[in-house]
C-alpha cells in the first residue's frame, strides 16, 4: 500500500495553480515557446494561452513573456517571477511527499 | 491565497481508499446502517456494498459487520480494525494538513 498526495493553491475557493499549470510552465521553460508547450500537453495553443493569462491576472504576477519576431519567429521564456513561484511550488510538493511517505510509514504500520 | 491538499491510498497503482470511502465509513460509524449511510450520500446501497467489498478485499481487513434482523431490521457496525483504520487516516490527514499550512506559511511568504 502506498501513500499519495496532492497539493493546489486556491484563492476564495477557486483554484489557481496544480500539477497541470506547474507541468505547462515548466514546458514553457524547457522549451521556450507556448506553442510547443500546448503540444506537448496535448492542448490548444488557446487554451494554453487562457490558462496562463487567467493565472497571471489572479496571482497578481507576469509569468510569460512573449518575444516577437526575430529569426525563430518568436518564443517566450518564463519571468523571473515566475520560476522563483516555479521553485517554492516544487520546494512545498517535494516537502510534502517527504513528510506525508514518513507519516504514513509511522502511521499505517501494522495495519492489518 | 489558500494552499489545498489531499491524500490517499493506492494498491499497485490503484486507488483504494480516499475521502469518498472515508466519508462512507465514517457515515455507517455514526448512524449504524449502510442503507441510511448511503443515502447520507447520494449513492445506492447496491454502491456503497460493492465500495465496502472492494476496500475489504484490497486492503484484506474486515471493515463492516452487518447484523440481520432484531427489532430495526438489521444494522451495520464498523469493525475494531476499522475504527483503528479511520482514526490513522484520519491523523495522517490532520498531520498534513498542518504540515502543508505551516510550509506554505514559510515558503510563499511574499511571492509577489
Redesign the interface.
Known amino acids: 500500500?502506498?501513500?499519495?498526495?496532492?497539493?493546489?493553491?486556491?484563492?476564495n475557493g477557486e483554484?489557481?495553480f496544480g500539477s497541470g499549470r506547474q507541468n505547462l510552465l515548466t514546458a514553457i521553460d524547457k522549451y521556450g515557446s507556448i506553442n510547443r508547450a500546448a503540444k506537448e500537453m496535448n492542448i490548444s495553443y488557446r487554451k494554453a494561452f487562457s490558462y496562463i493569462q487567467a493565472m497571471e491576472d489572479r496571482?497578481?504576477?507576469s509569468l510569460v513573456e512573449r518575444k516577437t519576431g526575430g529569426s525563430h519567429g518568436g518564443g517566450a521564456t518564463l519571468t523571473g517571477?515566475a520560476k522563483?513561484?516555479l521553485e517554492?511550488y516544487e520546494?512545498?510538493e517535494k516537502?510534502?511527499n517527504e513528510?506525508?511517505d514518513k507519516?504514513?510509514g509511522q502511521?499505517?504500520k501494522n495495519?492489518?
Open positions: 500500500m502506498e501513500i499519495r498526495s496532492k497539493i493546489w493553491l486556491e484563492i483554484p489557481v496571482l497578481g504576477i517571477k522563483i513561484f517554492k520546494l512545498l516537502g510534502l513528510f506525508v507519516k504514513f502511521v499505517f495495519i492489518k
